[in-house]
């Protein structure tokens, strides 16, 4: 009966995973997540108590990562940072601590097809629902100030002028496109289709990239594809070097052909998709302002949690450069051996299998996605590493098992 619930409630947590943002569903100051987190907590202690045995190498993660919020919440505290400040920083990562729940959850293999069909199920959903309000707005049966009147109070959702928006549950999209490409057959064009589509139309330079950015990868060093490597790259290239002047382009011809030279929020011509430039300018200055307050204590363990920058108080669109600010190169350190540990978890797999490339890219395009906004320090990129981590560890075993 136990084990029933445990892996009811985490398809449960899954499913919010991927379309629940944030904090899109809230009760007051709780959201349906914390008590997702909370429900996954008490079940993990009652398995524990129960004789489960959480594996060695979880226990050393968790002890490590405990250390570094230790030091981090140590160094808030002696700085005088915000009470509530800190607990802002340190709220989101508590969301770790879900990895013995996962790896309880999750033990053979047909624990992954289901979770590969939560990931794609909830994404082709989101993907259909985008699409479908795009299309309602684009036909004015669904007015653009009303949707946004709706939705802008809740922190979740960001505009593309009147034409488009990007939700932040959107890097799902690319997620369930990699598990759809990689472990599946039945109709997959038509499902990587809607992906796709969905994708290039939050016009979001972000998302593609990171893909791209996968996709390099999987070419170059799994499959050793090199010309599909040269186009990956050659993508990558493009968005990071003419992808801002390409939205400016697109964004001058909707404003042209629509005949209005500005939106509903004012912003002219090239920012009609978003103000790229402003974008881009304020990452820029986070990093010249993280730059100047670096010092040599703060280089090795950061100027604690709380503490931001002037520009930023709280959370910094580029993960890392945020991470290094608060938690120096020991919180760096900590983020390496959980990437490390994915590594090596993954080559483990002998034969490589699609599930296990799968898993492994769901993983990166997190951390890639991490450098321009924040996902690897927020429980919508961090379930995905550590459940990429729980599975390609599940994977080994049951390879080890035949062989």
Not at 197 to 209: C, D, E, N, S, Y
Not at 357 to 366: E, G, S
């Amino acid at each position: 009966m136990l084990k029933i619930i445990t892996r009811w409630l985490f398809v449960i947590i899954l499913i919010e995973l991927v379309i629940g943002g944030g904090r899109l569903i809230n009760f007051g100051m709780v959201s349906l997540r914390m008590v997702l987190f909370s429900l996954a907590l008490l079940i993990s202690i009652v398995h524990v108590l129960r004789g489960e045995q959480i594996e060695k190498k979880y226990r050393w993660l968790l002890l490590i990562f405990t250390i570094m919020l230790a030091i981090g919440i140590t160094i808030g505290l002696i700085t005088e940072a915000n009470k509530i400040l800190i607990l802002e920083d340190v709220k989101p990562l508590l969301f770790f601590y879900l990895l013995p729940f996962f790896s309880i959850a999750v033990t053979t293999e047909n624990d992954l097809l289901k979770t590969r069909s939560v990931l794609m199920l909830a994404s082709v959903f989101m993907a259909f629902i985008f699409l479908v309000i795009l299309l309602l707005i684009f036909t004015n049966i669904l007015p653009f100030s009303d949707f946004y009147n709706l939705t802008y109070l809740t922190d979740e959702f960001f505009f593309r002028g009147e034409y488009s928006f990007f939700y932040k549950g959107f890097v799902y999209l690319c997620i369930g496109f990699l598990f759809t490409h990689l472990t599946y057959n039945k109709s997959k064009h038509r499902i990587l289709n809607i992906l796709f589509i969905a994708i290039v139309l939050t016009f979001t330079r972000g998302l593609i990239f990171a893909l791209a950015l996968c996709y390099t990868v999987y070419y170059l060093f799994i499959k050793r594809f090199y010309v599909r490597t040269i186009v990956a790259c050659v993508v990558c290239v493009f968005i990071l070097f003419f992808g801002k002047s390409l939205y400016g382009t697109i964004s001058k011809q909707l404003s042209t052909a629509s005949g209005n030279e500005k939106n509903f929020s004012g912003q002219e011509d090239e920012a009609l998709l978003g103000d790229r430039e402003l974008s881009d300018n304020v990452r820029k200055l986070q990093i010249r302002q993280v730059a100047m307050a670096t010092t040599v204590s703060s280089f090795v363990w950061g100027h604690g949690f709380g503490n931001g920058i002037d520009i930023r108080p709280v959370h910094m669109e580029i993960s890392y450069l945020e991470i290094f600010h608060k938690q120096g190169m020991i919180g760096i350190a900590c983020w390496s051996v959980i990437f490390f540990s994915l590594i090596v978890s993954y080559k483990s797999l002998l034969p490589n299998s699609n599930f296990g490339d799968a898993f492994l890219l769901a993983a990166l395009f997190i951390f890639f996605q991490s450098l321009t906004n924040q996902y690897v320090n927020n429980p919508i990129g961090l379930g995905m590493i550590l459940l990429s981590q729980v599975s390609l560890d599940v994977l080994s075993k049951e390879i080890n098992k035949v062989n």
